[in-house]
T-cell receptor
C-alpha cells in the first residue's frame, strides 16, 4: 500500500505568477483534501474532492482551484500569487465511506517572492 | 462553525516522563470525530490517535491515550514514557461524522529532553 505523495517538495514563485501542486492519494482512497499551513499555524482547509467533484470549500478565494482525476490524484492551482500564499500545502486522502481518518502527504513548501 | 483551541503553545518533558496536552473544541453537533496529529520537523502530518464522539471509552494507542470529556468539550492527549522521537508539533483536530473537513487547533510544540 503506497502512501500519499506530493510534488514538488519545494517551489519558489514570484508575485502574480500561477502555480500547480500535485498529489497522489493513498491506494484505495477516493477523497482528497487540500490544506494551507502558514508558518507556525495549524492547517486551514482549502477544499475537498470526492469522485472528481468539489465537495466542500473553505474560506479561500476563487483563484484557488483544483481538480481530481479518475485515478483520484489531484491538483491544486493558485493564480495571481500573493506574498501571503507562501505556506506549506498539504494534501490528505481518505476513503469516505468507511472512515473519516485522513492520511497526509509530506507537503509542498511554496515561497512567493 | 466548529473551533478547536489548544491553549499551550509549548510544552517540555523529560524523557521517560508523562505529559498531557490540552485541547478544547466548540460544536453544536452530537456526532463527530476528534484526532491528534503529530508533525515532526520532517513536516509530514502523522495520525496519533482518534476518538469517535459516540464512544464513551477513551481511545488508547500504546503510549498515547486521550481523556475525552464530551460534556466539557475537552480532548486531552496523554503521552506516557516520553521518548526523544516524540518531539514534534501536536495538533488537535475535529471532523464531522459524514464530512472529512478537518478543523485544526493552532498546535502545541512538545520538546522531549534527555
Amino acid at each position: 500500500e503506497t502512501g500519499v505523495t506530493q510534488s514538488p517538495t519545494h517551489l519558489i514563485k514570484t508575485r502574480g505568477q500561477q502555480v500547480t501542486l500535485r498529489c497522489s492519494s493513498q491506494s484505495g482512497h477516493n477523497t482528497v483534501s487540500w490544506y494551507q499551513q502558514a508558518l507556525g499555524q495549524g492547517p486551514q482547509f482549502i477544499f475537498q474532492y470526492y469522485r472528481e467533484e468539489e465537495n466542500g470549500r473553505g474560506n479561500f478565494p476563487p483563484r484557488f482551484s483544483g481538480l481530481q482525476f479518475p485515478n483520484y490524484s489531484s491538483e491544486l492551482n493558485v493564480n495571481a500569487l500573493e506574498l501571503d500564499d507562501s505556506a506549506l500545502y498539504l494534501c490528505a486522502s481518505s476513503l469516505r465511506q468507511l472512515t473519516d481518518t485522513q492520511y497526509f502527504g509530506p507537503g509542498t513548501r511554496l515561497t512567493v517572492l | 462553525a466548529q473551533t478547536v483551541t489548544q491553549s499551550q503553545p509549548e510544552m517540555s518533558v523529560q524523557e521517560a516522563e508523562t505529559v498531557t496536552l490540552s485541547c478544547t473544541y466548540d460544536t453544536s453537533e452530537n456526532n463527530y470525530y476528534l484526532f491528534w496529529y503529530k508533525q515532526p520537523p520532517s513536516r509530514q502530518m502523522i495520525l496519533v490517535i482518534r476518538q469517535e464522539a459516540y464512544k464513551q471509552q477513551n481511545a488508547t494507542e500504546n503510549r498515547f491515550s486521550v481523556n475525552f470529556q464530551k460534556a466539557a468539550k475537552s480532548f486531552s492527549l496523554k503521552i506516557s514514557d516520553s521518548q526523544l522521537g516524540d518531539t514534534a508539533m501536536y495538533f488537535c483536530a475535529f471532523s464531522m461524522e459524514y464530512g472529512n473537513k478537518l478543523v485544526f487547533g493552532a498546535g502545541t510544540i512538545l520538546r522531549v529532553k534527555s
